[in-house]
Nanobody, 115 residues
Framework: QVQLMESGGGLVQAGGSLRLSCTAS????????MGWYRQAPGKQRELVGV???????NYGDSVKGRFTISRDNAKNTVYLQMNSLKPEDTAVYYC?????????WGQGTQVTVSS
């Protein structure tokens, strides 16, 4: 089992920045890919960004150039730096950890961007 603890959400004005953190515990050494997804009311959960153990990243089209995902393997933590935030970035952001045969989710953290 892997437990994921997210932090860093909140309310910010359009154009502002936030940084989300997600720390894994339990079996963090078994994690292959960590990442962030988000879900806005009435919409499907979508990819924000993922990062592999070697640092390779992949982003959703709507956040490319504005968001940066990074990972500190020593701290079992993944970060999401969000810049130039837009009202359409408002959503619950979920941390995800992928192991070879399982996937785990955090509880989610709310990000609200006001116009």
């Amino acid at each position: 089992q892997v437990q994921l603890m997210e932090s860093g959400g909140g309310l910010v004005q359009a154009g502002g920045s936030l940084r989300l953190s997600c720390t894994a515990s339990g079996r963090p050494f078994s994690i292959n890919v960590m990442g962030w997804y988000r879900q806005a009311p009435g919409k499907q959960r979508e990819l924000v960004g993922v990062i592999g153990g070697g640092g390779r990243t992949n982003y959703g089209d709507s956040v490319k150039g504005r968001f940066t995902i990074s990972r500190d393997n020593a701290k079992n933590t993944v970060y999401l730096q969000m810049n130039s935030l837009k009202p359409e970035d408002t959503a619950v952001y979920y941390c995800n950890a992928q192991l070879a045969l399982a996937s785990f989710w955090g509880q989610g953290t709310q990000v609200t961007v006001s116009s």
